[in-house]
């Protein structure tokens, strides 16, 4: 199964905002400004796992796509027929 192009610093964005939410909700939890419940809990450590997968990949994806801008830019190709230096015949 293939997923579907996403732009790596939209994946970037929304991993750092379910890392915040996954940050703030144990916050207001322990100062009890929300109460506390199992769904609530689940909930705050999902952020937290999904945030940080989305985070990782949004990084990863905008690197691989810089360096295959530099390898595209590149003179040269593996695949160009050159001579080698020890075929040259004088």
Do not use: C, Y
Request: net charge positive.
């Amino acid at each position: 199964m293939r997923l579907p192009k996403t732009d790596p610093k939209i994946l970037l964005w929304v991993g750092a905002g379910m890392l915040v939410l996954g940050f703030v909700l144990p916050l207001l939890m322990t100062t009890q400004v929300i109460t506390s419940t199992f769904f609530l809990n689940f909930l705050s450590f999902g952020f937290q796992l999904v945030g940080m997968v989305l985070g990782t990949l949004g990084s990863f994806s905008i690197v691989k796509v810089r360096l295959d801008k530099e390898k595209a830019n590149k003179k040269d190709n593996l695949f160009e027929t050159k001579e080698h230096p020890d075929e040259k015949m004088d």
